[in-house]
């Protein structure tokens, strides 16, 4: 059974945090509702930028879109919108749709309407793709503006590869185990030499995409995956238990950083089917 370790004193009802601890999949950081869960990745995020700030001089992120984004918007409030170090933070996009910025699919427009447009972002060190060249064209145009940035050091590269290792890519769980644009028995699973790739049939709308490859995400000095909702229960079990063989692999179980730390975000109705949840919420004291 899973260790839970209680942090803080207020019951499940009362806002309360719980980590899980499991063998090799990372730190489970559970939340009892979404707001909180906000809260909680904001300091992590604001943590994760000053150490990496007073390390290297920059902080490298990748976003995805979503329920993600808009749960960042904590990120400009007190005390983050004063505190966080805005002018060293290089942003990009673990993956994108294929589509106009101005958009209503588009990750840069929804990245832009919660998030950059209150937060004093160096323009420069925004990076979003050419919208205006095809789905392959992209991808390709993305992996070389990255690449120059690797050059440069502003994003660092990995000890063991040449992969660029952004401080923090941020990933998105859907309900059938899909990270990024990466999506289960999709081929660009298997993509080992591009660091950008692209679809053209996804199985959510709109089809076409570009999106960072394993490679590039297992190279990252930390990973955090945001998990909510009861429909993505089964994808978290899959993605973070100790499954049977025959279980189905999930892109989100391929997540699995090579040197770096892997947290994920979750609120309890995700972490329903996850093996001690019923323990968690009995009235027997935790281990």
Partial sequence: MACFVLLGHSSLLKRMAL????????????????DDLGI?????????????????????IALSGGSLITLLGKLCEAPYKKTVDWAKWYIYW???????KTHSDSNYKLTKDVLLSKMPVIP???????????????????EFDL????KART????????????????????SD???????????????????????????????????????????ASNVAVLVTGAAKGEALHLAVDDVE?????????MVHPTYGKLVWFVDTAAASKLEGFDFLLSDQPFA
């Fill in 40 to 60: 909680e990745l904001a300091e992590y995020i604001a943590e994760l930028s000053e150490a990496s700030v007073k390390e290297r001089g920059v902080f490298a």
């Fill in 19 to 34: 980590l899980k601890r499991t063998k090799d999949r990372g730190d489970l950081r559970i939340r009892d509702n979404v």
């Fill in 124 to 142: 420069s060190h925004i990076h979003s793709i050419n919208d205006s060249l095809s789905a392959e064209d992209a991808a390709s145009d993305y």
């Fill in 245 to 253: 063989p025959e279980s189905p692999l999930i892109p989100g179980r």
């Fill in 94 to 100: 673990a993956d994108e749709r294929v589509v106009g």
């Fill in 155 to 174: 994003v660092a590269v990995s000890e063991v590869n040449d992969c660029p290792k952004f401080d923090l890519i941020l990933l998105n769980m859907g």
């Fill in 147 to 150: 690449r120059q940035l690797v």
């Fill in 177 to 219: 185990g899909h990270v990024a644009s990466l999506f289960p028995n999709h081929m660009a699973l298997d993509e080992k030499d591009d660091w950008v790739t692209f679809i053209t049939d996804s199985p959510e709308p709109p089809p076409e995409r570009i999106t960072f490859t394993f490679p590039v995400i297992n190279s």
